[in-house]
């Protein structure tokens, strides 16, 4: 009996301090966050060990998710030069490029944006594809899925693994050589169809000024609430509710209202249908 | 019978579970006041001139802004034809279109097409008053 208590005490008294380890933590975690003691300035670094931490768990991250991309031939000299217009045109404003700096508002950023050369040079192609293609959270690096076809994707990445060949005459040279532009995504055949509504929502922002149900985001009040979608009786007070009318005002917000202050976003058609699918599958 | 039962406990976690979601959410609030000094910085003062809440609550019910509107605290004020009215004072712009003040929600209120012609909110052909009491109402909705 008493030896049955004894090795009941051996797994309650652990149990018990861990449970006690735990809320003391949880007690401390918010008297920090709620007293305002954080400090989310940018001016302030991370803990060394802080930095080392995410950046390990940002590697083994890429390192599972891209596992099964596999990687098209990335020597073609065409591919190359159409990766470096869609570099030039969206990467080089924060990642810079050999002898060129990055824009001031790319400067402060933290954590400040890679050099992408080094990158290039130890990363295989799918990670590079896997990270440009899906964004990293919470560093400022966006997902380029919905904004650039499959195609210019991997010619970003065959772009990014000729970059730590290049001297910066080099890449003059070749910028100045340039041709063709980035062809923005929705004049392109390959969009991927299967990106669902509330993930482009996300992706084109709509939440920083919308609060919409099944949409995580800031509880901003600009626009108006999304929510029972499909119990509104007109969009923006002017045109009766029908997903095909959803999808003129998601593209062309102005030509419905001309006060309006919804921006047009440059919504691709079909990112809109999405759109409006999402919205009216809502209660 | 154990089915029932098990029905009722989930129930009751359920409801405590809510509950619970509840005091999450009005938790920061409830700290905030009791470290004080963090301010929620919130809607701009939205006091309406010569505005009363009381008498606009009773100009909202008689002018039936409900039948298109919901709107709290308005009896039977559950229309789905115009937008929902529910925390209006956090609201950025009025009807999407102009900056929200009192001298815009009144005039939109009095006369929405004069301001937007495409709307489909019509000219409710109340006086002054009437409109400042209801903005002043509206302003009050957190």
Same mark, same amino acid.
């Given at each position: 009996?008493?030896?049955?208590?004894?090795?009941?005490?051996?797994?309650?008294?652990?149990?018990?301090?861990?449970?006690?380890?735990?809320?003391?933590?949880?007690?401390?975690?918010?008297?920090?966050?709620?007293?305002?003691?954080?400090?989310?300035?940018?001016?302030?670094?991370?803990?060394?060990?802080?930095?080392?931490?995410?950046?390990?768990?940002?590697?083994?991250?890429?390192? #599972?998710? !891209?596992?099964?991309? %596999?990687? &098209? /031939? =990335?020597?073609?000299?065409?591919?190359?030069?159409?990766?470096? *217009?869609?570099?030039?045109?969206?990467?080089?404003?924060?990642?810079?490029?050999?002898?060129?700096?990055?824009?001031?508002?790319?400067?402060?950023?933290?954590?400040?944006?890679?050099?992408?050369?080094?990158?290039?040079?130890?990363?295989?192609?799918?990670?590079?594809?896997?990270?440009?293609?899906?964004?990293?959270?919470?560093?400022?690096?966006?997902?380029?899925?919905?904004?650039?076809?499959?195609?210019?994707?991997?010619? #970003?990445? !065959?772009?990014?693994? %000729?970059? &730590? /060949? =290049?001297?910066?005459?080099?890449?003059?040279?070749?910028?100045? *050589?340039?041709?063709?532009?980035?062809?923005?995504?929705?004049?392109?055949?390959?969009?991927?169809?299967?990106?669902?509504?509330?993930?482009?929502?996300?992706?084109?922002?709509?939440?920083?000024?919308?609060?919409?149900?099944?949409?995580?985001?800031?509880?901003?009040?600009?626009?108006?609430?999304?929510?029972?979608?499909?119990?509104?009786?007109?969009?923006?007070?002017?045109?009766?509710?029908?997903?095909?009318?959803?999808?003129?005002?998601?593209?062309?917000?102005?030509?419905?209202?001309?006060?309006?202050?919804?921006?047009?976003?440059?919504?691709?058609?079909?990112?809109?249908?999405?759109?409006?699918?999402?919205?009216?599958?809502?209660? | 019978?154990?089915?029932?039962?098990?029905?009722?406990?989930?129930?009751?976690?359920?409801?405590?579970?809510?509950?619970?979601?509840?005091?999450?959410?009005?938790?920061?609030?409830?700290?905030?006041?009791?470290?004080?000094?963090?301010?929620?910085?919130?809607?701009?003062?939205?006091?309406?001139?010569?505005?009363?809440?009381?008498?606009?609550?009773?100009?909202?019910?008689?002018?039936?802004?409900?039948?298109?509107?919901?709107?709290?605290?308005?009896?039977?004020?559950?229309?789905?034809?115009?937008?929902?009215?529910?925390?209006?004072?956090?609201?950025?712009?009025?009807?999407?279109?102009?900056?929200?003040?009192?001298?815009?929600?009144?005039?939109?209120?009095?006369?929405?097409?004069?301001?937007?012609?495409?709307?489909?909110?019509?000219?409710?052909?109340?006086?002054?008053?009437?409109?400042?009491?209801?903005?002043?109402?509206?302003?009050?909705?957190?």
């Amino acid at each position: 009996m008493k030896a049955r208590l004894a090795r009941r005490h051996k797994i309650l008294l652990p149990l018990l301090g861990a449970g006690l380890l735990m809320a003391v933590g949880a007690v401390t975690a918010a008297a920090v966050l709620l007293s305002g003691g954080f400090e989310v300035a940018a001016t302030r670094q991370h803990f060394l060990l802080t930095h080392r931490l995410l950046e390990a768990g940002l590697h083994f991250s890429i390192r #599972t998710h !891209a596992r099964d991309i %596999v990687a &098209p /031939e =990335l020597g073609n000299p065409q591919m190359v030069e159409q990766g470096m *217009a869609c570099y030039r045109q969206h990467c080089e404003q924060c990642h810079g490029a050999p002898g060129r700096a990055s824009v001031p508002a790319a400067m402060g950023l933290l954590p400040v944006p890679a050099s992408l050369v080094q990158t290039a040079r130890d990363w295989p192609a799918e990670w590079l594809y896997y990270v440009t293609r899906e964004g990293v959270r919470m560093t400022g690096m966006p997902a380029w899925e919905v904004r650039l076809s499959e195609q210019s994707l991997w010619d #970003t990445v !065959a772009f990014l693994k %000729v970059l &730590p /060949e =290049l001297t910066p005459a080099d890449y003059a040279a070749r910028a100045a *050589a340039l041709q063709g532009q980035c062809p923005p995504r929705s004049d392109l055949p390959d969009m991927r169809p299967d990106v669902p509504g509330d993930v482009l929502l996300r992706q084109y922002g709509c939440h920083a000024c919308h609060h919409i149900d099944g949409v995580t985001g800031p509880r901003s009040t600009t626009g108006p609430a999304l929510s029972s979608w499909p119990r509104r009786s007109y969009i923006a007070g002017t045109l009766p509710n029908t997903p095909e009318n959803l999808v003129r005002w998601i593209r062309d917000p102005k030509a419905v209202s001309p006060q309006t202050l919804m921006p047009d976003l440059g919504v691709a058609e079909s990112h809109a249908m999405e759109m409006a699918a999402f919205l009216f599958s809502q209660r | 019978m154990a089915a029932a039962g098990l029905a009722t406990r989930l129930a009751t976690h359920a409801a405590s579970l809510l509950a619970l979601a509840r005091l999450a959410r009005a938790a920061p609030v409830v700290t905030c006041f009791l470290i004080a000094g963090c301010g929620t910085g919130g809607a701009p003062d939205s006091a309406v001139p010569g505005g009363s809440a009381q008498r606009g609550k009773l100009a909202l019910q008689q002018r039936d802004c409900g039948v298109c509107h919901r709107i709290p605290g308005i009896r039977g004020a559950r229309g789905d034809v115009g937008p929902s009215l529910h925390g209006y004072a956090q609201r950025v712009y009025v009807a999407g279109k102009f900056p929200h003040d009192a001298a815009h929600l009144v005039r939109w209120i009095r006369d929405a097409p004069a301001l937007a012609p495409r709307t489909a909110m019509p000219a409710m052909g109340v006086s002054e008053q009437e409109a400042r009491d209801m903005a002043a109402y509206l302003q009050g909705l957190r």
